[in-house]
């Protein structure tokens, strides 16, 4: 006898995981973005790029660091998926323009 399990409905945090993930795909032609989920936050994974959904909001590092010398978040509302996904595309695209400190520049 075979046994049906119900998958469980992904969470809020999941799912707007996916909507931005779905939306720098198809607006940004941003692809390639690893979800990972655990007991209600998700994390969206761009390169370099770390996107938390969590607590009803949607952060990342801006790489500034405050007066306070912490590291600095950009957030938004986690229903503003839309919105969110612009800023994270001029994040995802500023960190692939800049040159490790490592790095050597031929030509």
Not at 57 to 63: A, D, R, Y
Not at 74 to 85: G, I, N, R, V
């Amino acid at each position: 006898m075979a046994y049906l399990t119900a998958s469980k409905p992904p969470g809020r945090e999941e799912s707007a995981a996916r909507q931005v993930d779905t939306h720098l795909a198809a607006t940004h032609n941003i692809r390639g973005g690893q979800i990972h989920t655990y007991r209600g936050v998700a994390l969206l994974r761009l390169g370099d790029l770390s996107v938390w959904f969590r607590a009803g909001k949607i952060s990342w590092s801006t790489g500034e660091l405050g007066a306070d010398g912490k590291p600095e978040t950009m957030t938004f509302l986690l229903h503003e998926t839309a919105q969110a996904a612009v800023k994270i595309a001029q994040r995802y695209r500023e960190l692939r323009g800049h040159v490790g400190l490592h790095a050597v520049r031929i030509g």
